[in-house]
């Protein structure tokens, strides 16, 4: 729990999706307790080195549904994930159009 307030805190003042660099995503969940959720999402810029956007769930509807809103989203040259099924079929959702 103290690791989830941490996570919470340090991304209010890192947040910084309006310069977003779209060379990569990095994606990757953490354990947490927000919205009933066991699992929450951090989505993060490599080259820029900032946190996008934290999700509250990691289950693909919820990634599906922030990654339409993403403009410009298949400028993206790398998604990097671990190989967590939702992850990667997420990167190749023809809904998204990422790839």
Same mark, same amino acid.
């Given at each position: 729990? $103290?690791?989830?307030?941490?996570? $919470?805190?340090?991304?209010?003042?890192?947040?910084?999706?309006?310069?977003f660099?779209f060379?990569? $995503?990095?994606?990757?969940?953490?354990?947490?307790?927000?919205?009933?959720?066991?699992?929450?999402?951090i989505?993060?810029?490599?080259?820029? #080195?900032?946190?996008v956007?934290?999700?509250k769930?990691r289950?693909?509807?919820?990634?599906?549904?922030?990654?339409?809103?993403? #403009?410009?989203?298949?400028?993206?040259?790398?998604?990097?994930?671990?190989?967590?099924?939702?992850?990667?079929?997420?990167?190749?959702?023809?809904?998204?159009?990422?790839?």
């Open positions: 729990m $103290i690791i989830s307030i941490l996570i $919470i805190q340090w991304t209010q003042f890192y947040f910084n999706s309006q310069e660099s060379e990569a $995503i990095c994606i990757d969940e953490f354990k947490g307790n927000a919205g009933g959720a066991k699992y929450q999402c989505i993060v810029d490599p080259v820029k #080195k900032h946190t956007e934290i999700l769930d289950r693909q509807d919820v990634l599906i549904e922030y990654f339409k809103k993403l #403009k410009d989203r298949e400028k993206v040259k790398y998604f990097i994930c671990d190989m967590w099924r939702q992850f990667v079929d997420t990167a190749v959702n023809d809904k998204i159009k990422m790839y």
